[in-house]
C-alpha cells in the first residue's frame, strides 16, 4: 500500500462488497465437495478469500 491510506475507487468497490462478509461462512467453492469460503481482510481494501474444503475431497487431495 502506498499513499495516505485512503482506499482508491476500486478498493472502495471492492470493501463494500467484501466487507459484510467479514466472519461469514459462504456455501460452495468446490464441485467436488460440501466446501464453504470464508473471507478475511488481507491488508486494507484487499480480502482474501479461503476455500475450505472437506478432509475427503479429492480436489484437496489433489493438491497436498
Ligand atoms: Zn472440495
Redo the contacts with the bound molecule.
Keep these: 500500500m502506498s499513499g495516505d491510506g485512503k482506499l482508491s475507487e476500486a478498493q472502495a468497490a471492492i470493501a463494500s462488497a467484501f466487507g459484510p462478509l467479514e466472519g461469514a461462512r459462504l456455501e460452495g467453492g ?1 464441485g ?2 460440501n ?1 464453504y469460503q470464508t473471507v478475511e481482510p488481507f491488508e486494507a481494501g484487499v480480502w482474501t478469500m479461503t476455500v475450505h ?2 478432509d475427503w ?1 479429492p ?2 487431495k489433489a493438491r497436498s
Excluded: N, Y
Aim: net charge negative; hydrophobic share 35%; with cysteine.
Design positions: 468446490c467436488e465437495c466446501a474444503h472437506d475431497c480436489v484437496l
